[in-house]
């Protein structure tokens, strides 16, 4: 009797993990798929400072489409500068376009100055094609304020794991 209980106990921890497995591979598939929808390789992102106050919030999840082929002045768009990790949520405020690409200037709405400053050096404008990853189409207030707690604060991520692990045990 003691084999049987532990062959049960055995088949109900493999269940258990194969449906873990399950939902990792499920959210990986929605990711692609959403990234591939919205032809960015980020199609969500937090936003993380308060430069676009009043419009978006510190916390504000964003959803970015990139399908469009030019983007006009008073879009905001999401981009990112060569040699910087975090993307920037930022307005377009100027527009240069020809027939071979797009280029902009980008500002916070809270912000006094325009983004040159903080684009690649000797760089003035940016290139639709190459570093913006796509023009916000929506957002939800403050969902995404849980990612910038985990980031601030590396030990609530072993807090929020040490949990999981609890539930899954019980």
């Known amino acids: 009797m003691l084999t049987a209980f532990s062959g049960a106990k055995l088949r109900q921890t493999l269940v258990e993990g194969l449906n873990f497995c399950l939902v990792l591979t499920t959210a990986f598939m929605f990711w692609k798929g959403l990234s591939v929808a919205a032809n960015s390789h980020s199609p969500i992102v937090v936003v993380l400072s308060g430069s676009m106050e009043p419009a978006f919030q510190r916390g504000d999840i964003l959803f970015l489409w990139n399908r469009a082929p030019r983007v006009k002045v008073g879009d905001v768009v999401v981009y990112e500068v060569r040699g910087r990790e975090i993307p920037i949520v930022h307005r377009i405020v100027r527009n240069h376009v020809s027939a071979q690409k797009q280029l902009l200037l980008t500002k916070g709405d809270n912000n006094a100055m325009d983004d040159v400053e903080l684009y ?51």
């Open 120 to 170: 690649a050096y000797r760089q003035f404008y940016l290139n639709r094609d190459k570093e913006v990853i796509g023009a916000v189409k929506g957002y939800i207030p403050w969902v995404g304020y849980v990612t910038i707690m985990l980031s601030d604060h590396p030990w609530m991520k072993y807090l929020m794991l040490l949990g999981i692990g609890f539930t899954a045990m019980t």
